[in-house]
């Protein structure tokens, strides 16, 4: 995990530094490897109890100061990342690329709207979500033309049966509850070509004729 974190702590100094002040979490997906994260920040105190917490609440060895939990990357997850990072901002910018092509293909389409970017930020697209009041018809019918979608996410977690405590119910959160029933996930890596999000484009197009 050292070899990864340094790398992406150097990172973050250059072009990407955090735009927080006390504290940003890290993901990385590594396919078939797992998942990992990190956490980032430039206040002592938090990054002390952060490093306790994800080793069993342990202050030193053997000595747990509080209840945490096991929250270690392996050995081999870390190796697989520090190859893949490297081309992170390569692999990232591809994504923005094709993110583009989509947006310029579909941005005026009556019925769909397309993600969009805040002037702060800088999407990196992990996922290219659209909103469509017609989804359900829509996944189908480019599911039919073999272009295969995804929902992320279906269900919005105050309905989901595990924070039925809470006392929330349909109605509480219209906006996440629309959402939920409206984003469907096209097709999105770095290697997609212009011609297969043209594809994607005009399948959409013809399915709302």
């Not at 050995?75 to 190859?83: D, K, N, T, Y």
């Not at 901002?89 to 993110?99: C, D």
Request: aromatic share 10%; proline share 3%; net charge neutral.
């Amino acid at each position: 995990m050292s070899v990864v974190l340094s790398w992406f702590l150097s990172f973050l100094r250059g072009q990407l530094q955090s735009q927080l002040d006390q504290v940003e979490t890290v993901e990385w997906i590594a396919g078939a490897y797992g998942e990992a994260g990190a956490v980032v920040t430039n206040n002592p105190a938090l990054a002390a109890r952060i490093r306790m917490l994800r080793d069993h609440g342990q202050e030193k060895k053997h000595h747990h100061s509080e209840i945490g939990w096991n929250a270690r990357m392996d050995g081999f997850q870390g190796a697989v990342l520090s190859v893949k990072l490297k081309h992170l901002a390569i692999w990232n910018e591809a994504r923005r690329k094709n993110a583009n092509l989509y947006n310029n293909l579909l941005r005026d389409m009556d019925g769909v709207l397309t993600p969009a970017e805040a002037d702060y930020a800088k999407h990196v697209y992990h996922i290219y979500a659209i909103r469509t009041q017609d989804r359900d018809r829509l996944m189908q019918s480019l599911a039919e033309k073999q272009v295969h979608c995804g929902i992320h996410y279906p269900q919005p977690i105050h309905l989901q049966k595990a924070y039925e405590f809470l006392g929330y119910s349909k109605n509480s959160f219209p906006v996440a509850e629309r959402c939920a029933n409206e984003v469907l996930s096209l097709p999105m890596y770095p290697e997609l070509s212009s011609d297969q999000i043209d594809y994607v484009a005009a399948a959409i197009k013809d399915s709302f004729r």
